[in-house]
């Protein structure tokens, strides 16, 4: 398991591995806060701190962010109908991550 955090601290992440490939969405909301996302299977991640939601009116996902800090930590589909997450790679070590491709896919 490999773990991140937020900017303060408070949230955690840990994920089983390095993700294949880093998704660099172009959609308004992933562009304004400069989303990172790695895709893992719901439930193979481990979250903890508490954190606030945003659902778009026009999608299913449900963004997280830590409450203290502010800073986006991944995104879960509440209704279940995506059987993956997204985790924002941006709270991992960089220096790790600098060998995963980065990709643009909507």
């Keep these: 398991m490999l773990s ?3 900017d303060c601290g408070k949230v955690t992440i840990s994920i089983p591995e390095l993700p294949q490939e880093i998704n ?12 990172r996302w790695g895709y893992f299977v719901a439930g193979t991640t481990a979250v903890k701190g508490a954190t606030d939601t ?19 930590t991944h995104w879960i589909d509440p209704t279940g109908g995506v059987r993956h997450m997204g ?20």
């Design 87 to 106: 985790v924002h790679m941006a709270n991992f070590d960089q220096s790790i991550l600098a060998v995963i491709p980065i990709v643009v896919n909507p």
């Design 4 to 6: 991140g955090q937020c």
């Design 24 to 35: 660099a969405c172009p959609c308004d909301y992933c562009s304004r806060v400069v989303a």
């Design 54 to 72: 945003y659902r778009r009116k026009s999608k299913t996902v449900e963004f997280h962010r830590c409450r203290e800090c502010g800073v986006v």
